[in-house]
Each structure stands twice: as C-alpha cells, then as structure tokens.
C-alpha cells in the first residue's frame, strides 16, 4: 500500500474501513487462517479466528504462533488504518491462558501511540468467555521502499 504524500490520511470510518479491506484482500496468511474484521475505526481494529486441529501443539492447545498471528494481524490492519503504509519494527506478546480447539478468538488492537513515522498499538485477544488469553505489544514503522539504483 503505498500513499500519495500530498494526500492526507483519511481517518473516516469508512476510509479505515477501506484501508483495512484493501490489505486484507492482499493478506493471503490471514486468510488461510480464517481470520475475519469484525470491526474498523481509525486506529482500532477488531479480528477473529477459530482454532482449528491443526493449530494445535503437542499438548493439545492452541499454539502461541496462531496467537502471535491474529494478534499481529489485528496490530497490521490498525496501524495501517489511515491509509499510509506500515509495517512492524517489533513487536511481543504474553500468553495468559491456553486455548482449546474450537475456541473462537478476538483480537481488539487499539493505536497507543502514533506519530507521522511510527505508532505503539496494544492488543488484547479473548476467548468466547470474554477472558484475556493473551496480550500484544506491538510498534510500526512508516514503510521505506528501497530506492532503486541506477
């Protein structure tokens, strides 16, 4: 997704609501996942995922990496919600509880921080219970395409 600079960011609803529908028809890893946007504003951002057989680790739980990945996923589309390219510069995550298989998790990642160049979100996954299973920290960067040389 790369902007116009002339262009300021359209922090609307609905020009969110685009900015993240764009990216996630790109997103491929999403959707294999079967992760789905509930909900969009500028800077915020709600997704959910199902956890499947194959999701789970060798104790029968949902893996960490499934969660890592609906959170980041949550954490991409909210800073890339006003419509200028993002992209993670670090990021971390603390498990709280395990999830069982079948359980249906929400992402809600919310902006913390944000300026022209770079942005804190925090995100926090729940299970169908309303219980925090996980929190993430995540903070972005503005993309820098490399320059092409001569």
């Not at 359209?10 to 909900?39: K, M, P, T």
């Not at 959910?48 to 969660?67: E, K, P, T, Y």
Request: proline fraction near 5%; aromatic fraction near 6%; include cysteine.
């Amino acid at each position: 997704m790369q902007c116009d600079p002339c262009v300021p960011p359209d922090d609307s609803a609905s020009g969110a609501r685009r900015a993240v529908e764009a990216l996630y028809a790109r997103d491929l890893a999403a959707q294999a996942l079967g992760i789905e946007v509930l909900d969009v504003a500028p800077g915020n951002v709600r997704v959910a995922m199902r956890v499947r057989s194959d999701m789970l680790n060798g104790h029968g739980i949902c893996h960490g990496g499934f969660q890592f990945t609906l959170a980041d996923t949550a954490f991409a589309y909210a800073c890339n919600a006003l419509g200028e390219a993002m992209v993670a510069a670090g990021a971390g995550i603390e498990f709280l509880a395990p999830v069982a298989n079948g359980e249906r998790l929400i992402a809600t990642a919310s902006e913390t921080s944000r300026t022209a160049r770079q942005g804190i979100y925090d995100v926090v996954i729940t299970n169908s219970s309303g219980e925090s299973v996980a929190h993430f920290r995540g903070r972005c960067a503005r993309l820098r395409l490399p320059s092409s040389s001569p």
